[in-house]
């Protein structure tokens, strides 16, 4: 699932403007479905939700169209999509180290007094 | 629709859960958000066969291999991650920090734990990109761009909340009001009468 400059879905572009937008259109889609999801009354996520689409368009920016179909420009913009989650599922296991080292914390240490229930002894 | 868009589409309904999960009081979560979450999983997990991408799909992603290597991936992702995640909280219930130390629970999440640790070891992908150095560089910069996202993402909530009518300041609690709020909390800490 590697990207080389053989196989590149940009044309013109190259490798590291790529995997920065790959990371940037991951995000946006990943903001954009929390504020929908989470949209009430006590929110104004306009702002945020324009960012986060055109975070998520945003390799549309340097797409050279000339060449390319509708139905292309949805394909490829579809294996961004996975490009990014395989890259983030990837980076992963840098959560589960932290994950291993909360877990090591919470086998050894002890719960510490309640400081409020000794602020309202006090 | 290609399975590419069919893995897309189970990752949204996945983000779509978790974020539904964080909305509302702790005590009374989403009852959507399980099921989206179950969905999205078997969307992912059970993806279709790469069928005939001709004319379609470019030719280096939609091949067999590609199919297989990807499909091989998530599934020993969501392997580990489901074990990962259970041993944690299995290590939360048995810990002393919020209820009595239970050691079977303790011994059992450990060997979730190392057991996800070992399954992430053998996945065949992490050896293709150690193999191959140009492959962590873009590693490196897929996560400037997420950096950099988040950068801009942070900024504009900032923007918008400072941006917000705020309520009119309140004044300060007398000190009867202290005693009452005071006298909640002792209640409600201790369970007292």
Request: one cysteine or more.
């Given at each position: 699932m590697a990207y080389t400059d053989d196989n590149s879905i940009l044309p013109q572009s190259d490798?590291?403007?790529?995997?920065?937008?790959?990371?940037?259109?991951?995000?946006?889609?990943?903001?954009?479905?929390?504020l929908l999801v989470t949209?009430?009354?006590?929110?104004?996520?306009?702002?945020?939700?324009l960012v986060s689409l055109f975070l998520f368009l945003s390799p549309l920016l340097v797409v050279?169209?000339?060449?390319?179909?509708?139905?292309?420009?949805?394909?490829h913009f579809t294996i961004y999509l996975n490009l990014g989650l395989v890259m983030f599922l990837s980076l992963?296991?840098?959560?589960?180290?932290?994950?291993?080292?909360?877990?090591?914390?919470?086998?050894?240490?002890?719960?510490?007094?309640?400081?409020?229930?000794?602020?309202?002894n006090d | 629709?290609?399975?590419?868009?069919?893995?897309?589409?189970?990752?949204?309904?996945?983000?779509?859960?978790?974020?539904?999960?964080?909305?509302?009081?702790?005590?009374?979560?989403?009852?959507?958000?399980?099921?989206?979450?179950l969905l999205g999983l078997s969307i992912i997990l059970l993806i279709q066969g790469p069928g005939d991408n001709t004319g379609s799909c470019l030719e280096e992603?939609?091949?067999?291999?590609?199919?297989?290597?990807?499909?091989?991936?998530?599934?020993?992702?969501?392997?580990?991650?489901?074990?990962?995640?259970?041993?944690?909280?299995?290590?939360?219930y048995g810990s002393e920090w919020y209820s009595k130390s239970n050691p079977i629970a303790l011994i059992f999440a450990w060997l979730l734990i190392f057991y996800s640790w070992w399954?992430?070891?053998?996945?065949?992908?992490?050896?293709?990109?150690?193999?191959?150095?140009?492959?962590?560089?873009?590693?490196?910069?897929f996560?400037?761009?997420?950096?950099?996202?988040?950068?801009?993402?942070?900024?504009?909530?900032r923007w918008t909340e400072i941006n917000t009518p705020r309520d009119p300041i309140i004044d300060e609690m007398d000190e009867r009001e202290k005693r009452i709020v005071t006298e909640i909390i002792r209640r409600n800490i201790r369970g007292d009468d």
């Open positions: 490798l590291i403007l790529q995997s920065i937008l790959i990371g940037m259109c991951f995000i946006g889609l990943w903001f954009f479905i929390h949209w009430n009354k006590y929110h104004r996520p306009i702002p945020p939700i050279d169209y000339s060449d390319l179909t509708q139905d292309s420009i949805n394909i992963s296991p840098i959560f589960l180290a932290l994950l291993t080292f909360q877990a090591i914390r919470l086998s050894i240490n002890r719960k510490s007094d309640d400081p409020l229930i000794e602020m309202l | 629709m290609l399975w590419i868009h069919q893995t897309i589409i189970g990752w949204a309904l996945i983000l779509a859960a978790i974020s539904l999960n964080r909305m509302g009081p702790a005590f009374k979560r989403s009852k959507f958000s399980s099921p989206i979450l992603f939609c091949t067999l291999e590609t199919y297989l290597e990807f499909q091989n991936f998530i599934i020993s992702s969501s392997i580990w991650i489901s074990l990962a995640l259970l041993g944690i909280m299995l290590i939360i399954t992430v070891i053998n996945i065949d992908f992490y050896h293709e990109i150690l193999e191959q150095p140009n492959y962590l560089f873009n590693y490196f910069f996560a400037l761009g997420i950096l950099i996202s988040l950068f801009i993402l942070i900024g504009v909530v």
